[in-house]
């Protein structure tokens, strides 16, 4: 098992935030389907103000490769994408066209 923490920012507007609150408490089956599809086998997304967290515990068989590769071919992820990023942009630092970006482990208890 291993784990991946990534960072996004949303729009900074409230009801835009409320927006994609509201969407990720009713994600698509098709959406779910294809992150566990894919070796994640648990994601949670944090928010403080507009930026997002998300930690995700992946396989053996997960890949960033992979799971973009599979992102790209299937329409319904690609329709999520487009929906989802009205209310997202790139944290100031973003290479462009990145979203979520890959977070460093500075720190570990233990």
């Known amino acids: 098992m291993h784990r991946h923490c990534l960072a996004l920012d949303l729009v900074d507007n409230d009801g835009s935030i409320a927006a994609y ?10 959406i779910i389907e294809s992150i566990c599809g894919s070796g994640i086998d648990q994601m ?22 992979k ?7 299937d329409p319904k992820v690609q329709e999520w994408e487009k929906l989802m990023w009205q209310f997202q942009q790139p ?8 979203k979520w970006v890959l977070m460093d482990k500075i720190f570990q208890l233990t």
């Open 21 to 30: 609150e509201q969407w990720h408490r009713e994600v698509w089956p098709e």
């Open 67 to 73: 799971k973009a590769e599979a992102d790209a071919a």
């Open 44 to 65: 949670e997304i944090y928010r403080a103000g507009n930026r997002l967290f998300m930690v995700m515990e992946v396989n053996d068989a997960f890949s960033f490769e």
């Open 91 to 98: 944290l100031p630092f973003a290479r462009p066209g990145e």
